[in-house]
């Protein structure tokens, strides 16, 4: 039944109802007529009853349609949006250049590598990581020093040496280098590992160029470590030979994260303050690996210059570098040596070792990265003077810092570090002496000064292009009446940039230049570019220029005679004479891994 049936229904009853009541039934039917009355009410209530139901079930048809309609119409929104989802990602696709089975497999195989980690190495649970690279590299000076990859900085004068008046250019594949670092982890706060680096740079007595070139490896650095991360700090303990404390670090002072300059010229720049050599120490760092502190005591090992100690006196005053006269000074030689290369070993008379702290703070600073660090060296130098019998020490030290800052974050880096001092030459790149001596053997400990600037601009992700300048200087040191010291006034350069002629009874001769070292400085300049970099590692190619310039300390001494006691009658030379040389640098390298 539907609602208009009821309503029809509903009405003709009521008219019904109506009529019987306004009419004027007889008495005798009255009892029937209100029965049926009755009935019909009852009636008309039920029916209403089901309007009312029929009523409410509409409603909720009404509404459920309308939710309906809704979800249909959020439903047809979405579809639309997807399909236009598909219609852009069908186009980008289309735009594409196609995939190739080739291309397919290979990123496949590069994901599984890396997945897999196929760059290390593992065993009973220890990580071994290799790595190293080969270097091809061409060397050109226009003044010949006979140095290898790693350039000496001690510029022959023309007086000196009869090879400076050409100049020399070799190949070399001695930078070539291999390395290890193999990692264990005890527990999760806890690792061990050990680091091994070698190139091909050391140098036996039968290590010659003439056909083999049999040039022998040596070690770089072969250590291990011991680290405990606490979260928020740290402690970290290294044994073995390493870069020293001293050197400039780039990441707290986690070893490898040395920041030498990126040349290649392995002797680096003057100016640049390092060794790799035997040590221990201890580091610390709090405040979330920002703040570092530590300490080491390493390897001591004295270099020497200035005069030689008189006739009349024997001074054990040992050390590479030493000016000394093999009658008057006495190196340690003999059987203890033997594991040493005795033509070319120079061991100190060392009983303390060198003492070395440093602090480091870095930290970003809204996008550029900063880092500072400041520390300080503590050197003994020892003597035995045989005519009194008796030990002398001398003491040196030094204080520095650096500072690295990325000036435009992953762009322009740049970084600065100086050092001052006493007897600390030997931690520069330029190898000024540490000590000299007064004329009764007494060591004392020269002043020194290193400075240090550069900029590594990183053009593109490929590109980097650096820059940089540094200078190392020693400070005129005079005892006994300015006879005796380092720079003594009476050298005689009168012969440096003369030439001396050679004779069939002196074919070797050479005119006096007797002058110290006062300055070695260098500005050089080059870039890296990576022509592959892959799944099968990294190739790169570099050029480097440099300009350095040697200057002796002036001398009053007019040239008398020469080396060899010829007469030469040459003016003494007022000024402090300067050598110069200009250095280029070709390298390729891989790095496999």
């Not at 900085?153 to 090879?163: E, L, R, V, W």
């Not at 160029?209 to 680290?227: A, C, E, K, M």
């Not at 322009?412 to 000590?435: C, E, H, N, T």
Request: hydrophobic letters at 35%; one cysteine or more; glycine letters at 12%.
């Amino acid at each position: 039944m539907n609602i208009r049936a009821v309503l029809l229904t509903t009405v003709a009853a009521t008219s019904v109802l109506t009529g019987t009541a306004n009419a004027a039934p007889a008495k005798k039917h009255h009892a029937a007529a209100r029965s049926a009355n009755q009935e019909l009410l009852e009636e008309v209530r039920s029916l209403r009853s089901e309007v009312e139901n029929l009523r409410q079930q509409v409603n909720e048809q009404t509404s459920a349609q309308v939710n309906t309609q809704h979800q249909v119409a959020s439903t047809t929104a979405q579809v639309q949006t997807t399909a236009a989802q598909v219609d852009a990602v069908q186009a980008q696709v289309a735009a594409a250049a196609p995939v190739t089975n080739d291309q397919v497999k290979t990123q496949i195989a590069s994901a599984i590598e890396k997945e897999h980690h196929n760059d290390k190495l593992y065993f009973k649970g220890i990580t071994i990581t290799p790595g190293g690279f080969l270097e091809l590299s061409g060397i050109y000076r226009n003044h010949f020093q006979g140095d290898d990859i790693a350039s000496s900085f001690n510029i022959p004068f023309p007086g000196q040496s009869h090879a400076a008046n050409i100049g020399e250019g070799r190949f070399s594949a001695r930078q070539s280098r291999v390395s290890f670092l193999a990692q264990g982890k005890p527990d999760a706060h806890t690792t061990l590992a050990m680091y091994g680096e070698f190139d091909f740079q050391g140098g036996a007595q039968t290590s010659n160029s003439n056909q083999s070139n049999s040039y022998v490896p040596r070690i770089r650095n072969l250590y291990g470590t011991l680290d405990w991360d606490k979260g928020s700090y740290g402690i970290h303990v290294l044994a073995g030979q390493n870069w020293s404390l001293l050197t400039f670090q780039g990441k707290g002072m986690s070893p490898r994260s040395e920041v030498t300059p990126p040349q290649i010229d392995a002797q680096y720049v003057p100016g640049f303050a390092w060794a790799r050599q035997p040590g221990v120490r201890v580091a610390v760092d709090f405040d979330d690996h920002k703040l570092w502190l530590a300490a080491a005591a390493e390897n001591a090992q004295t270099t020497f210059g200035g005069t030689p100690v008189p006739a009349g006196y024997v001074s054990v005053i040992s050390g590479q570098g030493s000016s000394q006269s093999g009658s008057n000074q006495i190196n340690p030689t003999g059987g203890f040596q033997q594991f040493y290369n005795g033509a070319g070993s120079s061991l100190s008379l060392s009983n303390v070792p060198d003492f070395i702290g440093k602090a480091a703070y870095e930290d970003t600073i809204a996008g550029h990265t900063l880092h500072i660090e400041g520390f300080g060296i503590y050197r003994t130098f020892n003597t035995h003077l045989d005519g009194t019998s008796t030990n002398n020490a001398e003491h040196g030290f030094g204080y520095g810092g650096s500072i690295a800052f990325g000036l435009i974050p992953k762009v322009l880096d740049l970084q600065f570090s100086g050092i001052g001092g006493k007897g600390i030459g030997r931690y520069g790149s330029a190898g000024l002496p540490d000590v000299t001596s007064d004329k009764e053997g007494n060591l004392h400990a020269i002043k020194e000064f290193m400075l240090l600037a550069g900029a590594t601009l990183h053009a593109t992700k490929r590109l980097d292009i650096y820059g940089f300048a540094g200078e190392e200087q020693e400070q005129r040191q005079l005892y006994d009446g300015n006879t005796a010291g380092y720079g003594v006034l009476n050298a005689d350069n009168s012969g440096c940039f003369m030439e001396a002629v050679g004779t069939s009874a002196n074919p070797g001769l050479l005119n006096n230049c007797a002058g110290a070292t006062r300055r070695i400085r260098q500005i050089t300049a080059g870039f890296w570019d990576k022509i592959y970099v892959g799944s099968f590692g990294r190739a790169q190619i570099g050029v480097q220029y440099s300009y350095t310039q040697r200057q002796l300390f002036d001398g009053s001494g007019a040239g008398g005679t020469n080396t060899t006691g010829v007469t030469t009658n040459l003016p003494a030379y007022a000024g402090m004479p300067q050598a110069d040389n200009n250095m280029v640098f070709v390298a390729f390298r891989y790095y496999p891994f």
